[in-house]
T-cell receptor
Framework: DTAVSQTPKYLVTQMGNDKSIKCEQN?????MYWYKQDSKKFLKIMFS???????INETVPNRFSPKSPDKAHLNLHINSLELGDSAVYFC?????????????FGPGTRLTVL | GNSVTQMEGPVTLSEEAFLTINCTYT??????LFWYVQYPGEGLQLLLK?????DKGSNKGFEATYRKETTSFHLEKGSVQVSDSAVYFC????????????FGAGTRLAVHP
């Protein structure tokens, strides 16, 4: 069974478009994250939600808007896409009350903006 | 601030060679330390972790020891296999910091037969 799933796996779109990436976890975790991995593999956190509440919001353009309809889902909507948004976006989840707080990652969504 | 520095790759080794990937960190408080691995085309997987000084994390033949005096968490394996080819990320989590992971830049390992 897939623990953290993301759709779509690949997304190719034109500059200026609006797109969404969806993430779902079936681990019963209460915390979810979005990370961005650039072309050099550098991985940086963007957002985190705990029990549907935004708890981490790094310096990310406000064109990026996360939405958590429930604890098992965290979607990422991106408005007015730019070339620099091309990257792999990873969703992750964890249980905040666990001692080690291991984060489980999804397979990633490769976004290409043309 | 909190940060992680890893040795630059790529690291290229022959099968059965000894592997070391260096990782040092800067952190406030007492962080937990992690190594994640990313195989080609996949997401990250936790490889091993250590939550306090002198702890040794180990998994699949990989080991890393939390050294507070040198602020290091170097990854080692005695005999690498072709299947170990991947990108390895060192990361830290500062206690009480909303579980935010801070990653190093990643080190690509290529193992040849």
């Amino acid at each position: 069974d897939t623990a953290v799933s993301q759709t779509p796996k690949y997304l190719v779109t034109q500059m200026g478009n609006d797109k969404s990436i969806k993430c779902e976890q079936n681990l019963g975790h209460d915390t979810m994250y979005w990370y961005k991995q650039d072309s050099k593999k550098f991985l940086k956190i963007m957002f985190s939600y705990n029990n549907k509440e935004l708890i981490i919001n790094e310096t990310v353009p406000n064109r990026f808007s996360p939405k958590s309809p429930d604890k098992a889902h965290l979607n990422l909507h991106i408005n007015s896409l730019e070339l620099g948004d091309s990257a792999v976006y990873f969703c992750a989840s964890s249980q905040a009350t666990s001692r080690d707080n291991e984060q489980f990652f999804g397979p990633g969504t490769r976004l290409t903006v043309l | 601030g909190n940060s992680v520095t890893q040795m630059e790759g790529p690291v290229t080794l022959s099968e059965e060679a000894f592997l070391t990937i260096n990782c040092t960190y800067t952190a406030t408080g007492y962080p937990s330390l992690f190594w994640y691995v990313q195989y080609p085309g996949e997401g990250l997987q936790l490889l091993l972790k250590a939550t306090k000084a002198d702890d040794k994390g180990s998994n699949k033949g990989f080991e890393a020891t939390y050294r507070k005096e040198t602020t290091s968490f170097h990854l080692e394996k005695g005999s690498v296999q072709v299947s170990d080819s991947a990108v390895y990320f060192c990361a830290l989590k500062v206690s009480g910091g909303y579980n935010k992971l801070i990653f190093g830049a990643g080190t690509r390992l290529a193992v040849h037969p």
